[in-house]
Each structure stands twice: as structure tokens, then as C-alpha cells.
């Protein structure tokens, strides 16, 4: 009773000096403020997220208290937010000859260490602060952490963080952020029991269902997943972000005439956001529904018409339909919004290729290949194309220094087997023939279609009904 009585005359007393201040202001007349009225008028800025006013408010303090420490701790802070560690580092120090025994000057200061990215000296002005504490040492330990969470260090905040859940094990908000952490340094399976475990302590968290979604979603449990994102949104309803993760998930779990469901329920929440109707399209189109995904690429067109992806997906389905035309104007106008984007210029390899040009289908897998070197598709595009202009030797280099001698893609060894046979190399041929078969048997017919002449291959066919599996 007697402190909500305190905190009502608190109320009330910076009510006072706040608008006593900004009369001042609006008068354009001289005051005199106390060092605590200051502070209140700071703080209620600060508070209100009104931050020019709180800097302008702890200008004029300093021009009346130019040695108040508390209004200059103030100004440090101030700094911090604003992004100025260097400024903040100067004030500190000042402060620091006349509080040597202030921890907050120290924590200050650490905070600003780690903005520098100076985490050891960071860890030495935490140590100096902690060292002064004797109670609340716990809220200390964890105020530590957030900055260090704020700048990135995550494994080092993890280490406060358990800290502080030792001294006490009562504040489920360090259970959040230790999980949040174990997330952010991919530790998913410890996330997972963190998340959990906090769930425990507050079950209609939306934030921690949808983080402990995001997790399932990351290590492959998709009906963990779509559990948790169904949770966060049975606890809000308008939680758009977890409408959306979730239809993500079902669509890359492959269920996705339900997808599409959760996608119209995200857009009736969001009803112009380009993304999730130029999903729907993805979907249709994953199921063969080619009409449809047609026309939720051209809403998404309608929608923004620099929807780079929007414009891919028109190449793609005149791609299938054989209107190879509009399929290269479609990618130009994509290709043009995304220079570096590989699977445009994959697929304007592609287009080229079922033109009949391979020299200008070489210009765009190689691009492909420059963007994404790991993409194993690019590469024996790009091969097939130098088979087709009679650069055999040029392709069967490309496959061989891509891979090595110890290629497991069975369409890397069907195609090499196919290059090496057409020029002859016999031996060298069958090897990477009979490889394949054993990586994969049911790709086999790459090899045919490759190089024709193998179906009258005597040693061919011999090695492909050895291989073949029992019915």
C-alpha cells in the first residue's frame, strides 16, 4: 500500500518538473532544475521513446550540473543508444575519477567495449562491476547479457546468463534468452529444451511458441513445428508472422493445398504482401496446377511490379508450355531486378538450350556457376552445353575437376560415362557407367539420352542387366 502511495507522489512529482520544464521551453525563459528533477524529466523522456528530447533535456542539465555525475551517466547512456560509443567511452572515463565505486560506470563502460568489439576488456570492466555488487547481483548479470545480446555476442551473454539462473532460478525471463541464444548460435536442440522448459513457466508466450517453431522447423520436425506456430497464434490470433512461418512449413513438408489455406488466412491479415501471393503460385505450380499458379504470379505482378521472383516464375511456366519466347522475355524483365541471382540465369540457360543455342546457353550457366559454385545443376548444364558445340574433352574436365575421383552424384558419373564412351574411352567409360548404376539404377537412361550410341553397346547393356535389381 505504502509503495504504490510512493510511487503515485513519484508520478505526480515528475508530472510537476516535466511541465514545469516544457513551459520553460515554450517561454523561452531560464530555470533552475534540480539534479533529481532532471533526472525525472530525463527518464520520462526516455520512457516516452521521446529521445531528442531526452538528449536536449540532458544538455540543458549539464550546462547547469556540469559536474553531476548522474546527469553525465545519464549523457553516457544517451550515447549508447545513439549508437556513439567513442563519445560515451570519453564521458566515462571522466565520471570514473569521481565514482571509482560506482558499478554502474563500469557496466557502462563494459556495455561500450562490446560495441567496440573489444570483448576482453568488455569482460574486465563486467568483472570490476560485478565485484561491487552485493545484492540484485542476479538483475546485474542479466542486464550484462542483453547488451552482449544486443551486439551479437551470444555466446558470451550465455555465459552470464547461466550465472544469473544460478544465483536465481525463479526469473523465467533468463530462460528465455538463454534459448534465444542457443538459437542464434544454431544450437537448435538446446534452444528446443530451453524454449520448453520456459513454456512451462509462461504457456501463453506467443513469442517463445513461434521461436520454439522456428527451431523445430530448422532440425526437420515440421509437425513440431506447425504445433508450435498453431499454439502462437491460438494465443494471438493476428500473429502474422507465425501464419506465415507455418504455411512456409507446410509448403516445404510438401502439404500444399494447406498451405495455400494458411497463406489466405495470412493474406487476409496482410492483404498486399507480394510474398505470400506469389507463394500460392509456388504451391500450384509444385502441383501441377499450372493455370492457377499462373495467375497468383501475375497478382503478385499487379501487387508490385518489381517482384523479381514474380516475373521468374512467368519464365518458368512458359518455359513448360514451350513458349519459349515469353519465357526469355519474362526472365530478361526478372534477370534485370536480379544481376546475381542463379537460378535466373539457370533458367535462362535452360531457354537458350531448348532454342537450340548453346553458345549463349554457355554464357548463362557459366554465370550460374560464378554466383552459386555449389550448385552441382549448373555445372552439368554447362557441361552438356560444351558436349553439344563438340567440346567433349572441355566438358569431361568440368565434371572431373568439379568432383574428383570420388563423385557419389549419380548424374555427374551417367554423364562422364556418356562423354568418355563418345570419345571412345572405352574403359574410362564403363567405369564411371558401372559406378553410377551402383549410386543409382533407376537414373541409368541418363546415359542414352546423353549418348545414343550406348544402346548398341554390347558391354553397356550387359553391365545394365547385371545391375539391375530384383523385381
Not at 69 to 87: D, F, M, R, T, V
Not at 204 to 226: P, Q, R, T
Not at 230 to 253: G, R, V, W, Y
Not at 341 to 346: E, G, K, L
Amino acid at each position: 500500500m505504502f509503495d504504490d502511495f510512493d510511487d503515485f507522489f513519484d508520478s505526480e512529482e515528475m508530472s510537476e518538473s516535466v511541465q514545469r520544464y516544457e513551459e520553460m521551453l515554450k517561454n523561452k525563459t531560464r530555470q533552475y532544475f534540480d539534479v533529481d528533477e532532471f533526472e525525472q524529466i530525463i527518464d520520462y523522456y526516455l520512457d516516452s521513446n521521446k529521445i531528442n528530447n531526452a538528449i536536449q533535456a540532458t544538455d540543458l542539465a549539464c550546462l547547469q550540473h556540469p559536474d553531476s555525475s548522474i546527469i553525465l551517466l545519464k549523457k553516457a547512456q544517451l550515447y549508447i543508444n545513439h549508437e556513439n560509443p567513442a563519445g560515451a567511452l570519453k564521458i566515462l572515463k571522466s565520471v570514473e575519477k569521481a565514482e571509482s565505486t560506482n558499478y554502474e560506470v563500469y557496466f557502462l563502460k563494459g556495455v561500450v567495449y562490446t560495441m567496440l568489439g573489444n570483448v576482453r576488456e568488455a569482460a574486465r570492466q563486467f568483472s570490476k562491476a560485478l565485484s561491487m555488487i552485493v545484492e540484485n547481483k542476479d538483475e546485474v548479470l542479466y542486464d550484462i547479457a542483453i547488451a552482449l545480446q544486443e551486439t551479437n555476442h551470444y555466446e558470451m551473454a550465455l555465459k552470464y546468463l547461466h550465472e544469473s539462473y544460478e544465483i536465481n532460478k525463479d526469473n523465467p525471463d533468463v530462460i528465455y534468452d538463454i534459448a534465444y541464444c542457443y538459437e542464434k548460435l544454431g544450437k537448435y536442440d538446446k534452444s528446443i529444451d530451453n524454449y520448453r522448459i520456459y513454456l512451462e513457466h509462461d504457456p501463453f508466450s506467443e513469442n517463445a511458441w513461434y521461436n520454439l517453431g522456428i527451431c523445430y522447423n530448422v532440425v526437420g520436425n515440421f509437425d513440431k513445428a506447425i504445433e508450435a506456430y498453431d499454439f502462437a497464434m491460438a494465443i494471438e490470433p493476428n500473429f502474422t508472422s507465425a501464419h506465415f512461418n507455418k504455411a512456409n512449413t507446410l509448403a516445404n513438408f510438401g502439404r500444399y493445398k494447406e498451405a495455400i489455406e494458411v497463406y489466405n488466412e495470412f493474406i487476409l491479415l496482410e492483404d498486399d504482401n507480394v510474398q505470400a501471393v506469389y507463394y500460392i503460385g509456388e504451391c500450384y505450380e509444385k502441383m501441377g496446377e499450372y493455370g492457377l499458379a499462373r495467375e497468383y504470379y501475375l497478382k503478385s505482378l499487379d501487387i508490385d511490379e518489381s517482384f523479381a521472383d514474380a516475373w521468374y516464375g512467368m519464365s518458368v511456366m512458359n518455359l513448360y508450355d514451350g513458349n519459349l519466347d515469353m519465357a526469355l522475355y519474362y526472365i530478361n524483365r526478372a534477370n534485370t531486378l536480379e544481376k546475381n541471382n542463379s537460378d535466373y540465369w539457370f533458367t535462362k540457360g535452360q531457354i537458350y538450350s531448348k532454342m537450340l543455342l548453346p553458345n549463349e546457353a554457355i554464357v548463362c550457366f557459366t554465370k550460374a556457376t560464378e554466383i552459386d559454385p555449389a550448385d552441382v545443376d549448373s555445372w552439368i548444364e554447362l557441361s552438356e552445353m560444351f558436349y553439344a558445340v563438340k567440346e567433349i574433352e572441355r566438358a569431361v574436365k568440368l565434371l572431373e575437376d568439379l568432383t574428383g575421383d570420388n563423385s557419389t552424384n549419380a548424374d555427374v558419373l551417367y554423364h562422364l560415362a556418356a562423354y568418355h564412351l563418345s570419345m571412345q574411352n572405352k574403359k574410362r567409360g564403363l567405369d564411371y557407367f558401372e559406378t553410377a548404376l551402383k549410386t543409382d539404377f533407376n537414373s541409368h537412361e541418363t546415359l542414352m539420352r546423353i549418348y545414343p550410341g550406348a544402346a548398341d553397346d554390347s558391354k553397356v547393356l550387359k553391365m545394365i542387366t547385371k545391375y539391375t535389381p530384383e523385381s
